[in-house]
């Protein structure tokens, strides 16, 4: 998963769009980036039945470092890089692809696609937190806020795992890696500026967590299995749709949105990955995953919405002789 878009310069950096005019094709386009999405953990659960972990996220990694490396390709990027450039991409790729990509799908086999979901979606977050502790960002008063409501939706939605143990604390702590992982990952993009487009960040990161994945499951996985027709779907949805058009998607939509707009389907993707774990596969929402998930998703506006809508107000013109504020 990515989550930074293509700007105007080489460092990966998103140019901010103009908030005016937007028309509604990119509004749809958001929408079916947040279904597909969010529709991802619950396929993943899916697939995990009939397929090993290992194969099936090398399958997905070396189909979504293809699918970005096209697609920076035709937007004329060059795919060479440097020896240093290719080291620094291959610790990147731990944190943003490899970690993100065994953990959640280790922790699928032990939690509900729901729960996993708004877990995992607490990414933010933790790069809050490894901002502060690597680049010394300051942590402000609105991301307290934001921490201190998204840590309070983990509490009410794992704490009773943790005090009843079992099989779901792993998946719990599984998925927490994950986040943290990926938590991690941005900010280290942000430490080292690696002068290159976003695309071309993204392919390689996928392409290179991919390779140890691919020689795992040579040695771990049984190829003796067999998949479903729902499995195949689940698999295309997740590989094609998640891997590949999604990011398709998201680099199109980070190119005509602000990103205090473009942060929104962040906010809804695990609202609807609770929705579609609850129609697809049967899982109980109950008044835990309601709270958790109302908490996690505040916390997430307050920490990725909130500052961006606050800059604008910030830097708008004063007005001139023939205008006034409203």
Same mark, same amino acid.
């Given at each position: 998963m990515s989550a930074r878009g293509e700007g105007a310069d080489a460092s990966g950096r998103s140019a901010e769009a103009s908030s005016d005019a937007i028309?509604?094709?990119?509004?749809?386009?958001l929408g079916v980036l947040a279904l597909v999405w969010g529709s991802v953990f619950p396929a993943i659960k899916v697939v995990l039945a009939e397929m090993p972990v290992l194969?099936?996220?090398?399958?997905?990694?070396?189909?979504?470092?293809?699918? =970005?490396?096209?697609?920076?390709?035709?937007?004329?990027?060059?795919?060479a890089v440097t020896w240093p450039q290719l080291r620094w991409l291959a610790v990147l790729s731990l944190f943003n692809s490899l970690g993100w990509n065994i953990f959640t799908a280790y922790g699928l086999l032990y939690l509900p696609a729901g729960r996993a979901i708004i877990i995992g979606y607490t990414m933010p977050?933790?790069?809050?937190?490894?901002?502060?502790?690597?680049?010394?960002?300051?942590?402000?008063?609105t991301k307290v806020i934001g921490l =201190? $409501?998204?840590f309070a939706g983990l509490a =009410?939605?794992?704490?009773?795992? $943790?005090v009843t143990f079992g099989d779901a604390p792993i998946g719990v702590g599984l998925v927490l890696c994950a986040a943290i992982s990926w938590g991690i990952g941005v900010v280290l993009l942000k430490w080292r500026d690696m002068g290159m487009a976003t695309t071309v960040l993204a392919a390689?990161?996928?392409? $290179?967590?991919?390779?140890?994945?691919i020689v795992a499951a040579a040695f771990v996985d049984d190829f003796d299995w067999r998949m479903s027709g729902e499995g195949w779907f689940a698999l295309a949805?997740?590989?094609?749709?998640?891997?590949?058009?999604?990011?398709?998607?998201?680099?199109?939509?980070?190119?005509?949105?602000?990103?205090?707009?473009?942060?929104?389907?962040?906010?809804?993707i695990p609202v609807i990955g609770v929705i579609v774990g609850s129609l697809w596969l049967?899982?109980?929402?109950?008044?835990?995953?309601?709270?958790?998930?109302? $908490?996690?998703?505040?916390?997430?506006?307050?920490?990725?919405?909130l500052p961006s809508l606050r800059g604008k107000r910030l830097r708008r013109p004063k007005p001139g002789p023939n205008q006034s504020l409203p």
């Open positions: 028309p509604m094709s990119t509004f749809l386009l194969t099936f996220r090398a399958l997905c990694l070396i189909a979504g470092g293809l699918g =970005v490396a096209a697609l920076a390709t035709m937007r004329g990027r060059s795919l977050l933790w790069s809050v937190i490894a901002a502060a502790l690597i680049l010394g960002e300051r942590i402000t008063a =201190v $409501l998204g =009410v939605l794992v704490g009773p795992d $943790l390689w990161q996928l392409g $290179l967590a991919s390779l140890p994945l949805l997740v590989v094609f749709g998640g891997m590949v058009t999604a990011h398709l998607l998201w680099f199109t939509i980070v190119k005509r949105l602000p990103a205090s707009i473009a942060s929104i389907s962040t906010l809804v049967g899982e109980t929402v109950g008044a835990a995953e309601i709270g958790a998930l109302a $908490l996690v998703v505040a916390g997430l506006f307050v920490v990725l919405v």
